[in-house]
């Protein structure tokens, strides 16, 4: 079992920016495929981005491409978000799953261990 905790969010003016840290109880995400996902009120959860470092492969949704990036170190997964605008609000959540499966990994489906979600306001 993988525990996944988020933190770095916060309230945020439009154009500024956010990181965003997940951390895994106990183990490093060197063996996992990782994404970020989000979740406004009313609306379904959606992909943000994911992340194989085994395979080198780095995914972003069209709404976020070129504005956030996954990065990592030993044991933490960061969101960097720049240019936040308003419509990026929402919960967002750190997503992990056992890499190595043939998987898209841009499906909720696809990731096995979420996190509880941080809170991003961006105010306009």
């Known amino acids: 079992q993988v525990q996944l905790v988020e933190s770095g969010g916060g309230l945020v003016q439009a154009g500024g920016s956010l990181r965003l840290s997940c951390a895994a109880s106990g183990r490093t995400f060197s063996r996992y495929a990782v994404g970020w996902f989000r979740q406004a009120p009313g609306k379904d959860r959606e992909f943000v981005g994911s992340?194989?470092?085994?395979?080198?492969t780095t995914y972003y949704a069209n709404s976020v491409k070129g504005r956030f990036t996954i990065s990592r170190d030993n044991a933490m997964v960061y969101l960097q978000m720049n240019n936040l605008r308003p419509e990026d609000t929402a919960v967002y959540y750190c997503?992990?799953?056992?890499?190595?499966?043939?998987?898209?990994?841009?499906?909720?489906?696809?990731?096995?261990?979420w996190g509880q979600g941080t809170q991003v306001t961006v105010s306009s």
């Open positions: 997503a992990a799953g056992p890499d190595g499966l043939p998987k898209l990994w841009v499906s909720s489906t696809d990731f096995d261990y």
């Open positions: 992340s194989r470092w085994s395979a080198g």
